[in-house]
């Protein structure tokens, strides 16, 4: 009887722990900021950036990158076109995923993808950028593609660049959720070889950043 009772509680510990397990993952940062991705995707559905039912998302995309705006000024198309909100989109799904200090929040792609370039050698890094050939891209990582010719991967400093969050990864390619993208946020396809690496598509990727953020 007694070796049945220690059998018994011995699987209710593994069952509690398995289950503490499944929460823990549950709450990390990676797949918070999936979630929050998904959630911010069903609202602009049918919605452009210049919508004033759009212009407070906006506004708290562009506050979590650092920048005070208005609303007269996301419903100009002129504001628009001279600043892009793409990165702010990113920064605001971190932010809300509760990754804190971790992310190096930006009003542009660059201010997260040169750090996470910077720090690629680095295994305890929070962000590690790699080529898209060294790096097959994974739930929760970023994408980055150059809006310049002739810059990339090598290139330093700023320039035109564009970055998107990794929310699906099935075989032969990813699904990914950004900003700015035909002026609201909608989720893209992109394709992947038979190892997972990005090939093939339209836009000029050169960087996958992993993310390490818990």
């Given at each position: 009887m007694k070796k049945v009772n220690l059998i018994l509680i011995y699987s209710i510990l593994l069952i509690c722990l398995a289950g503490i397990?499944?929460?823990?993952?549950?709450?990390?940062?990676?797949?918070k900021?999936?979630?929050?991705?998904?959630?911010?995707l069903k609202k602009w559905q049918?919605?452009?950036?210049?919508?004033?039912q759009a212009s407070q998302w906006l506004i708290d995309y562009w506050q979590s990158a650092g920048r005070m705006v208005t609303a007269s000024q996301m419903q100009s198309p002129n504001f628009h076109q001279a600043y892009p909100w793409s990165s702010a989109f990113i920064s605001?799904?971190?932010y809300k995923a509760g990754a804190k200090e971790h992310f190096p929040?930006?009003?542009?792609?660059?201010?997260?993808f040169q750090l996470a370039k910077q720090n690629r050698n680095n295994p305890k890094a929070n962000l590690r950028g790699f080529r898209i050939t060294e790096y097959a891209p994974k739930l929760g990582d970023l994408v980055i593609y150059s809006r310049t010719q002739g810059k990339g991967y090598d290139t330093s400093g700023h320039f035109a660049a564009h970055g998107e969050l990794v929310i699906e990864v099935g075989k032969g390619y990813i699904k990914t959720a950004g900003g700015n993208v035909s002026n609201t946020a909608k989720e893209s396809?992109?394709?992947?070889?038979?190892?997972g690496f990005l090939k093939g598509n339209r836009v000029s990727f050169f960087m996958v950043i992993e993310n390490n953020i818990r």
């Open positions: 397990v499944v929460i823990l993952k549950r709450g990390s940062v990676k797949n900021v999936i979630r929050e991705a998904s959630k911010e049918g919605i452009s950036e210049t919508s004033p605001y799904l971190f929040y930006s009003a542009s792609h660059s201010g997260y396809t992109y394709q992947t070889d038979l190892n």
